[in-house]
């Protein structure tokens, strides 16, 4: 009598007789995955994925399992989409900037805020309510002109800077904290620089991803001295950086460069130093924390601007 014919338990037309030598299925070339020995059902492969460990890196983020800096390449995308916005609209700038307190008058020009009420004015700004500038306004940047928000003269030349520092320390950061909490930290820098432009110079309008970028510094840094490497080129790159500041004070803000290297420096040292046995919800906790700090920040400088 002759054997039935066998045929793939994926693709019934398909005859076969070769069987997955984990779960003993018939499979055709199509469903085959090599094995050490013999070959595998997709189902299996799926499964032996599965009970593999994730991959942790020294500070607890998942392994990436593409070498790809996927956060930064999005981070970098969202600002350089934003300038292409500021180009056709340029209104953007002035809509969502940075700027903590603000007036607009009947004839659309713009005034420093004081307390109370002034009829025919609006009042613009976080004080207003406009909370999204706190972080909106770290996506923008000057125009080529440079002629909007600050005596910054560099013009297109802003972004470029700033992208080029995103991408040198972005990458290694990433890799080294993993993508969630490289975005966390990322956001949290980006939102103490204009936080601690609102506490001091709330009349000032600023844009720029120069309080973020600040934040990574911080952040490269701690990383390399909790990782125990060589200090020595670690300690001229930080040195540059915070001579950069001081000399940037005269024309930049310093204070959401200040702002978002606190911010940055703090958030990684949670990061770095949470004790293994419980660190995804120390460093979880950490920003939680430091987010919480900062909106309470806020709260008050909006409380003495109006009161």
Not at 40 to 66: L, M, P
Not at 150 to 159: A, D, E, K, Q, R
Not at 202 to 213: L, N, R
Request: glycine share 14%; aromatic share 12%; net charge positive.
């Amino acid at each position: 009598m002759e054997a039935a014919a066998t045929t793939c338990y994926r693709h019934p037309s398909y005859e076969t007789y070769v069987s997955c030598t984990r779960c003993e299925r018939f499979i055709c070339p199509d469903c085959m995955r090599e094995a050490a020995v013999g070959h595998h059902c997709v189902e299996c492969v799926k499964e032996g994925q599965r009970s593999i460990r994730q991959a942790r890196t020294a500070f607890g983020g998942s392994v990436a399992r593409s070498a790809v800096p996927l956060v930064t390449y999005v981070l970098m995308g969202l600002n350089i989409a934003a300038y292409l916005g500021e180009l056709i609209r340029p209104g953007i700038i002035d809509r969502f900037a940075m700027l903590g307190a603000g007036l607009t008058g009947p004839d659309g020009g713009q005034y420093v805020y004081e307390a109370g009420d002034f009829p025919g004015f609006e009042v613009v700004g976080v004080v207003g309510g406009e909370w999204y500038r706190l972080l909106t306004g770290a996506f923008l940047h000057l125009p080529p002109d440079g002629s909007s928000f600050g005596p910054l003269p560099f013009g297109v030349l802003h972004i470029v800077f700033n992208m080029y520092a995103l991408w040198n320390l972005g990458r290694v950061v990433e890799e080294q904290l993993g993508r969630a909490r490289y975005l966390a930290l990322y956001l949290l820098s980006a939102l103490g620089g204009s936080v601690l432009v609102y506490l001091i110079a709330p009349s000032d309008g600023t844009v720029g991803a120069s309080g973020a970028i600040f934040g990574l510094g911080a952040a490269f840094y701690v990383i390399n001295r909790r990782l125990g490497r060589d200090m020595r080129a670690v300690n001229r790159f930080m040195a540059g950086f915070l001579i950069w500041m001081l000399i940037s004070a005269g024309f930049a803000s310093w204070q959401g460069h200040l702002g978002g290297l606190l911010t940055g420096g703090i958030v990684t040292v949670a990061y770095a130093y949470a004790p293994a046995k419980r660190r995804t919800v120390v460093q979880a906790a950490a920003g939680v924390v430091v987010f919480a700090v900062l909106v309470l920040l806020v709260v008050l400088k909006t409380s003495a601007l109006t009161g």
